[in-house]
């Protein structure tokens, strides 16, 4: 069984060993994977919070982010009418977006930082 297979099976707790660590390619799984949608997912995020925060500093304000899959519902419907918002941000990346904010706030309802 090789390392991978191994943090598989513990569970993938990337506190416990460095196989474990090591089985969650954050960079050359994902940012590797999708350097241009990442790329416009954070001009979302910049975009969400001049339009809630122009005042302060890059945040995510959990509190206006409350409807998550709603939202990236209406998201991906949209997009098959128009691909682009009306602030110029494609629909699809919004979905992406609000898709990522409810994976992030499951895991941290069920402590669960990684399955």
């Known amino acids: ?4 297979e191994k ?8 506190e416990k060993t460095p196989a474990s ?4 390619p954050v960079y050359s799984g994902v940012l590797k994977y999708f350097p241009n949608a990442l790329k416009e997912v954070s001009k979302c ?13 890059l945040h995510w304000d959990k509190n206006k982010s409350n ?10 419907i949209d997009h098959s009418i128009n691909p682009i918002d009306d602030d110029n941000i494609l629909h699809l990346t919004k979905v ?5 904010a409810s ?3 499951y895991l941290e309802e069920n402590k669960q930082g990684s399955l």
């Open 96 to 100: 992406c977006w609000r898709a990522l």
């Open 1 to 4: 069984m090789n390392s991978l």
């Open 67 to 76: 409807d998550n899959e709603d939202a990236l519902v209406r998201h991906l």
């Open 21 to 24: 660590r090591k089985s969650m």
């Open 45 to 57: 995020s910049l975009a969400g919070n001049l339009q809630h925060h122009p005042d302060k500093h």
């Open 7 to 14: 943090a598989m099976l513990m569970g993938w707790d990337e």
């Open 103 to 105: 994976l992030e706030i």
